[in-house]
């Protein structure tokens, strides 16, 4: 399984960014699919997950501020962002569970104060 995220950028605090990844290869039986988040010196952390059911988590830090939607037809998983802030600048994670978990190349989210 192969994983493309995009749609990074820089915003400024309050603003909005929608993050889009795509799957492709052996595609077979994916479960949920994802996105994580890494800050500098942070630990890798859930930010959203949706399941084949259309199941959501997300962390209590975005609930209410970010959305996960999935295209089952077209494998692939968004994560719509508003109202952010400076503490969710990270490097997001697209991440796919087939049998084990599979992660895309990251991209960076920065939010200016």
């Known amino acids: 399984v192969q994983l493309q995220a995009s749609g990074g950028g820089l915003v400024q605090a309050g603003g909005s960014l929608r993050l889009s990844c795509a799957a492709s290869?052996?595609?077979?039986?994916?479960?949920?699919m994802g996105w994580y988040r890494q800050a500098p010196g942070k630990q890798r952390e859930l930010v959203a997950i949706?399941?084949?059911?259309?199941?959501?988590n997300y962390a209590d830090s975005v609930k209410g501020r970010f959305t996960i939607s999935r295209d089952n037809a077209k494998n692939t998983v968004d994560l719509q962002m508003n109202s952010l802030k400076p503490e969710d600048t990270a490097v997001y994670y697209c991440s796919a569970v087939q049998f084990r978990t599979y992660w895309g190349q990251g991209t960076l989210v920065t939010v200016s104060s």
């Open positions: 290869g052996n595609i077979f039986s994916i479960n949920a």
């Open positions: 949706i399941n084949n059911s259309g199941y959501t």
